[in-house]
């Protein structure tokens, strides 16, 4: 069995290709490293078939998906800021990338394209946890291509018997999460801030509330999506409904390190979501799937990866 993983060399890519390897898949990986590496495969990268390569040059899928039974599609422009400032450009990446990458599914009659979207589609819509059945209301670029692109998904099925499934993954964190840029993930900045020893920046009064999913748990929803029979047609919550505020998330960390920081405030960022929550009855009962790494678990783990990452 061989897999297509498309942004295989990024954060949730390269997690999902070392799994994939490990349990024994031979893996194809389509990615253009604009924000993806080839470190992050460094220890698969003698057991895979990596394609640099763009989502928009329809020969290039063309000749990734030989041989594929199953694509996971992860390639994306990842930045919500980044599809403010290059609508069009994000939504040829997003949207246009997409309907290539199912339309090669397509002719080369690949049953099964599993899709990485985002609860960004919800948008900032007060009712709590969020439900996939939900009126949407994206706030964003990125939101409206990640929609548009599940609605493809859909008509993947509907018209054409592609076995597409829509996967909406809350706050991803874990190992090789790149803080560098003021958008990154909140997690990877907080660590990089401990493990530096300095206060973070708490953008608002800090009781803003996220659902943060470990990213092996992801890769295990992406398996499942893959395998099962129910999940055929589907969007489903990727989350592990429960959350933690950003007073709770540098509280446990300072925990956790032993560290004593008082945060920064700073006044909230425009556009920033209260509270995020998901729904996850359709996990449970579209893919069978339940996340294991509790929250303290994760978090120490990601901490153990940046101090390694730090003292080489
Ligand atoms: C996440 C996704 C984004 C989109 C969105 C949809 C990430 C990195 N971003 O944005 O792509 O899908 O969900 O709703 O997963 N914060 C601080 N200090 C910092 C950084 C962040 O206080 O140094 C706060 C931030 O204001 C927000 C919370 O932490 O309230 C989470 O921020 P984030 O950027 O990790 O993720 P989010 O939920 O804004």
């Not at 990615?31 to 590496?37: K, M």
């Given at each position: 069995?061989?897999?297509?993983?498309?942004?295989?060399?990024?954060?949730?890519g390269?997690?999902?290709?070392?799994?994939?390897?490990?349990?024994?898949w031979?893996?194809?990986v389509?990615?253009n490293?604009?924000?993806?590496?080839?470190?992050?495969?460094?220890?698969?990268?003698?057991?895979?078939?990596?394609c640099?390569?763009d989502?928009?040059?329809?020969?290039?899928?063309?000749?990734?998906?030989?041989?594929?039974?199953?694509?996971?599609?992860?390639?994306?422009?990842?930045s919500?800021?980044?599809?403010?400032?290059?609508?069009?450009?994000?939504a040829?990446?997003?949207?246009?990338?997409?309907?290539?990458?199912?339309?090669?599914?397509?002719?080369?009659?690949?049953?099964?394209?599993?899709?990485?979207?985002?609860?960004?589609?919800?948008?900032?819509?007060?009712?709590?946890?969020k439900?996939e059945?939900?009126?949407?209301?994206?706030?964003s670029?990125?939101?409206?291509?990640?929609?548009?692109?599940?609605?493809?998904?859909?008509?993947?099925?509907?018209l054409?018997?592609?076995?597409?499934?829509?996967?909406?993954?809350?706050n991803?964190?874990?190992?090789?999460?790149?803080?560098?840029?003021?958008?990154?993930?909140?997690?990877?900045?907080?660590m990089?801030?401990?493990?530096?020893q300095?206060?973070?920046?708490?953008?608002?009064?800090?009781?803003?509330?996220?659902?943060?999913?470990?990213v092996t748990?992801v890769?295990?929803?992406?398996?499942?999506?893959?395998?099962?029979?129910?999940?055929r047609?589907?969007?489903?919550?990727?989350?592990?409904?429960?959350?933690?505020?950003?007073?709770?998330?540098?509280?446990?960390?300072?925990?956790?390190?032993?560290?004593?920081?008082?945060?920064?405030?700073?006044?909230?960022?425009?556009?920033?979501?209260?509270?995020?929550?998901?729904?996850v009855?359709y996990?449970?009962?579209f893919?069978?799937?339940?996340?294991?790494?509790?929250?303290e678990?994760?978090?120490?783990?990601?901490?153990?990866?940046?101090?390694?990452?730090?003292?080489?």
């Amino acid at each position: 069995m061989r897999a297509l993983v498309t942004g295989g060399a990024g954060f949730i890519g390269s997690h999902l290709v070392d799994a994939l390897v490990a349990e024994g898949w031979r893996v194809t990986v389509l990615d253009n490293l604009s924000t993806g590496t080839e470190s992050n495969l460094k220890s698969v990268m003698d057991d895979i078939t990596f394609c640099k390569g763009d989502i928009r040059d329809r020969q290039i899928i063309e000749k990734a998906v030989e041989d594929c039974s199953v694509i996971f599609h992860l390639a994306a422009v990842v930045s919500v800021p980044q599809t403010i400032d290059h609508p069009v450009e994000s939504a040829l990446i997003n949207d246009l990338g997409t309907l290539y990458v199912l339309e090669e599914a397509r002719k080369k009659n690949i049953k099964r394209v599993v899709f990485s979207s985002s609860c960004a589609v919800y948008g900032d819509d007060p009712q709590l946890p969020k439900k996939e059945t939900m009126n949407l209301k994206p706030g964003s670029p990125y939101a409206l291509q990640k929609m548009t692109a599940e609605h493809y998904m859909r008509l993947g099925y509907e018209l054409y018997g592609l076995e597409a499934v829509s996967l909406r993954y809350f706050n991803v964190y874990g190992p090789r999460q790149d803080p560098s840029s003021p958008y990154s993930g909140v997690i990877s900045i907080f660590m990089k801030m401990a493990i530096e020893q300095k206060s973070p920046i708490i953008y608002g009064n800090g009781d803003q509330s996220r659902d943060f999913i470990y990213v092996t748990d992801v890769v295990k929803a992406n398996l499942l999506a893959a395998a099962s029979a129910q999940a055929r047609g589907q969007i489903v919550n990727i989350g592990t409904g429960s959350s933690v505020s950003i007073n709770q998330l540098w509280d446990m960390i300072c925990a956790l390190t032993g560290l004593t920081i008082e945060p920064k405030y700073q006044p909230s960022r425009p556009g920033d979501i209260y509270a995020s929550l998901a729904n996850v009855e359709y996990a449970k009962l579209f893919l069978g799937f339940e996340h294991d790494y509790p929250f303290e678990k994760g978090l120490e783990s990601t901490y153990e990866w940046y101090k390694q990452r730090k003292s080489t």
